[in-house]
């Protein structure tokens, strides 16, 4: 079993930043990559960013130049920094381990940034 648990989440102003944070424990092995998606009220889930274990990093349109992920492997840690927030940043934000075969998520963190 693999766990994931974030924090970071919360209310900000426009403009103003938060970094997410995802620790994993349990089963964590032959993990492709690593990644943050969000749900937006009304809106269906989308990928903000993804870090593979090369480090490759790839991003959505709307965050590009904003968010930056990385990840400290030697403590099973995924990071998603996110700068100049707008207010259309707002939603729930989930962490997802990607392995081959399944993929695990967290419980999620809301992120909320008021105008």
């Known amino acids: 079993q693999v766990h994931l648990v974030e924090s970071g989440g919360g209310l900000v102003q426009a403009g103003e930043s938060l970094r997410l944070s995802c620790a994993a424990s349990?089963?964590?092995?032959?993990?492709?990559?690593m990644a943050w998606y969000r749900q937006a009220p009304g809106k269906q889930r989308e990928l903000v960013a993804r870090?593979?274990?090369?480090?490759?990093?790839r991003y959505a349109d709307s965050v590009k130049g904003r968010f930056t992920i990385s990840r400290d492997n030697d403590k099973n840690t995924a990071y998603l920094q996110m700068n100049s927030l707008k207010p259309e940043d707002t939603a729930v934000y989930y962490c997802?381990?990607?392995?081959?075969?399944?993929?695990?998520w967290g419980q999620g963190t809301q992120v909320t940034v008021s105008s």
């Open positions: 349990g089963s964590i092995f032959n993990i492709n990559a």
């Open positions: 870090i593979s274990n090369g480090g490759t990093t």
């Open positions: 997802v381990l990607i392995r081959i075969g399944q993929d695990y």
